[in-house]
């Protein structure tokens, strides 16, 4: 399921030393806040797994297959009715013949909401 454009959108993207970064907003109207959970809305974790694949999608412009998740820390969870945008911010990104790895560190100032390690092909 594609998330970009409806769940989320990317308002920013930079460049960084280690690698880049994605500032986004999301839709508190949107179909899997009413679901998750009917008057408390929080984004779930699965969904945080399909958005980081789809930028790094878009930031290699190729199609990726989420081929195993090294790592994940949930570290808060993010309430729409508070935060409406996050960073993703990636780095240690690994490129090779075989597929990519990559970390990502998703927050909101100096809230850390989760840490994601990831590889495709």
């Known amino acids: 399921m594609k998330l970009f454009d409806d769940f989320y959108k990317m308002e920013q993207k930079t460049k960084t030393e280690i690698g880049f970064d994605c500032q986004l907003t999301f839709n508190p109207q ?28 878009m930031h290699l412009d190729k199609k990726l297959v989420l081929r195993k998740v090294n790592n994940i820390k949930f570290l808060s969870v ?31 100032d100096n809230v850390q909401f989760a840490k994601l390690n990831l590889e495709v092909i």
């Open 30 to 57: 949107h179909v899997i806040f009413k679901a998750h959970f009917p008057g408390h809305p929080i984004t779930p974790g699965v969904c945080l797994v399909q958005i980081a694949k789809e930028l790094m999608e």
């Open 78 to 108: 993010i309430k729409v009715s508070s935060v409406l945008s996050v960073v993703f911010a990636f780095s240690k990104i690994i490129q090779t013949d075989f597929g990519s790895t990559f970390s990502v560190l998703v927050a909101h």
